[in-house]
């Protein structure tokens, strides 16, 4: 993977207003513990906050039980009086260019989906697609999204249709997909919730080396993916999220 590996989601809550702050900072620290195991340079996570270095690695924004205290009280200071549209990024705290990490929440009642995203500058880079694909489970579990992708960032910049989500490398959705409906997919990963019933598929475009936008076999595989499902309306457009 030769750019930003990117993961990205779309989900809709039930709730008509806007999640508190101690819930949306919890969600991200499930999250975050899991994409922990991966590196220490994902295990701490601190607020983005601020103008200055100093600032930025002030507050946690966890410890070992969950949101710390003091990262709640910023967050619910800083959104005080907001019912509207509410956005909480952390990053890692490295230093080098090349090991920081980033995820943001963005949680609205405005009308769009509310979204998750984790962008890596990490070293090593991913050698295959069963990490990814674990986070892309334990968002599911969490979040429910309408759709999830993992892969290169700019990936998008090659995608078959600017109204609708790209495959990429790994892509999600909430429904059963067989090798008759996807054909081109090195694999097709069903994804079960914790009663051991399936509640989505992971398509995965290339299984036998890390995907790159830059070669031009997967972006081709990634692109007939995306003609597939659309052709048979499982390729939804971001208006219909």
Not at 66 to 90: F, H, K, M, W, Y
Request: with cysteine; hydrophobic share 40%.
């Amino acid at each position: 993977m030769n750019s930003i590996p990117a993961l990205e989601l779309s989900f809709r809550r039930k709730e008509d207003g806007l999640i508190d702050v101690r819930r949306q900072l919890a969600e991200l620290y499930e999250f975050a513990r899991i994409v922990g195991r991966y590196s220490k340079l994902l295990d701490e996570w601190y607020l983005s906050y601020g103008d200055s270095k100093e600032e930025a690695l002030r507050y946690h924004a966890f410890d070992e039980t969950g949101p710390t205290t003091a990262a709640l009280a910023v967050l619910e200071e800083c959104n005080r009086g907001v019912t509207d549209i509410r956005s909480i990024a952390l990053w890692n705290g490295a230093e080098k260019t090349a090991q920081q990490a980033s995820i943001t929440s963005l949680v609205n009642v405005l009308g769009r989906p509310d979204r998750i995203t984790l962008y890596l500058r990490l070293e090593p880079s991913f050698a295959d697609w069963k990490v990814p694909l674990l986070w892309l489970e334990a968002a599911v579990s969490i979040w429910r999204p309408l759709i999830a992708s993992f892969g290169p960032f700019w990936y998008n910049e090659h995608k078959v249709f600017r109204d609708r989500p790209g495959v990429s490398w790994l892509f999600y959705l909430p429904r059963i997909l067989s090798e008759q409906q996807v054909p081109e997919a090195g694999l097709l990963h069903p994804v079960l919730n914790k009663e051991g019933k399936q509640i989505g598929t992971v398509v995965v475009s290339i299984i036998d080396e890390p995907f790159s936008e830059h070669n031009p076999e997967h972006v081709r595989v990634a692109n007939a993916i995306e003609i597939r499902l659309a052709d048979q309306d499982l390729l939804p457009r971001y208006a219909e999220l």
